[in-house]
């Protein structure tokens, strides 16, 4: 394993291009449609996978790894400088570097990238919630999360947010996060002052305070509450049909790897597009946003990009 030093500077490498990204208008209309555009990069359940699979991987041989998600990142950022990077929760444990690291060598390397927003998923309380208080302060980017209450868990309240609000290329963007229940998933010690409140119920209660007091132009959930359960209990797809108003939920927890996003239609909202892909950080999920001089969603294209060798010449 390469020391922590070295690896950063070469993640810094990969992303050195950026530097050079000239100064463009705040807001941009695509030539050909008119339309605004806002591009959402998101992953999920990276599991300390900080180097692309070894052989021996079968399927997944040679594929993942930051140094190269970094790039891809940066070359999709020279093309729409209006995007948002979020992931949905579980950077924690899965290689030993989160065995010698704790999740900080993630969380730089995360911060490098420049997310602007993750969710907290059942393991990141693997090591406590002091586990994750000692290493969020090396996350120079918000964790989102709207079900859990950490009044009385204060020193983790601190590095979350209840919802967050993006003005990306004009378009306000409303963020919220949920998690899942710890029952039978968190040690009641691990999660010790962390209160787990219903999804749906909270959901709703975010689209409404987004959309109707903040006056959100989109609204984005990031969870780790899982895609579908065969028992019906509560899921990604069980908030998308029960709770309207949702745009995107960028999901995590059951490693689902989407190849396109499902979408929910709604007779009295836009539709809910679900998305994940898979986890270790082999996909990097892409959709682009095009918005209407009204800041209404018109379309949406959505690219899945395997990070292989080949993934930045792909963007
Ligand atoms: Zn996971």
Redesign the pocket.
């Known amino acids: 394993m390469i020391d922590r030093k070295t690896f950063l500077k070469n993640v810094l490498a990969a992303g050195a291009g950026m530097s050079l990204m000239s100064l463009k208008p705040v807001t941009s209309y695509s030539r050909s449609t008119g339309m605004k555009m806002v591009t959402i990069m998101h992953t999920?359940?990276t599991?300390a996978r900080i180097d692309p699979f070894p052989s021996g991987s079968g399927e997944y041989t040679g594929l993942g790894g930051v140094t190269r998600r970094a790039a891809l990142i940066n070359k999709i950022r020279e093309k729409n400088q209006f995007n948002l990077l979020l992931d949905a929760?579980?950077t924690f444990?899965?290689t030993p570097y989160f065995n010698e690291f704790h999740g900080a060598l993630d969380f730089e390397v995360m911060s490098m990238m420049k997310y602007d927003a993750s969710t907290i998923?059942?393991?990141e309380f693997d090591n406590a919630v002091e586990g994750f208080v000692d290493v969020a302060p090396k996350a120079e980017f918000p964790f989102v999360s709207s079900n859990y209450d950490f009044t009385r868990a204060p020193g983790m309240g601190k590095f979350i947010k209840e919802q967050m609000i993006k003005y990306v290329n004009g378009v306000k963007i409303g963020i919220f996060g949920l998690g899942v229940d710890f029952k039978n998933l968190v040690l009641p010690h691990l999660h010790e002052g962390v209160v787990y409140y219903n999804p749906v119920l909270v959901a709703e209660q975010m689209v409404r305070r987004l959309r109707e007091f903040h006056g959100c132009d989109m609204v984005i959930c990031l969870s780790?509450i899982g895609y579908r359960y065969d028992d019906g209990r509560v899921s990604d797809w069980v908030v998308a049909n029960e709770v309207p108003g949702i745009d995107l939920i960028i999901g995590?927890?059951?490693?689902t790897l989407l190849e396109e996003p499902v979408v929910v239609e709604h007779s009295s909202h836009r539709p809910t597009l679900i998305s994940q892909v898979g986890?270790a950080g082999v996909v990097l999920g892409r959709i682009d946003f095009e918005f209407d001089r009204s800041n209404r969603i018109r379309r949406s294209f959505a690219v899945n990009q395997q990070i292989d060798e080949n993934a930045v010449n792909t963007a």
Do not use: F, L, S, Y
């Open positions: 999920n359940d599991h929760g579980d444990q899965g998923g059942n393991h780790h995590g927890h059951t490693h986890h």
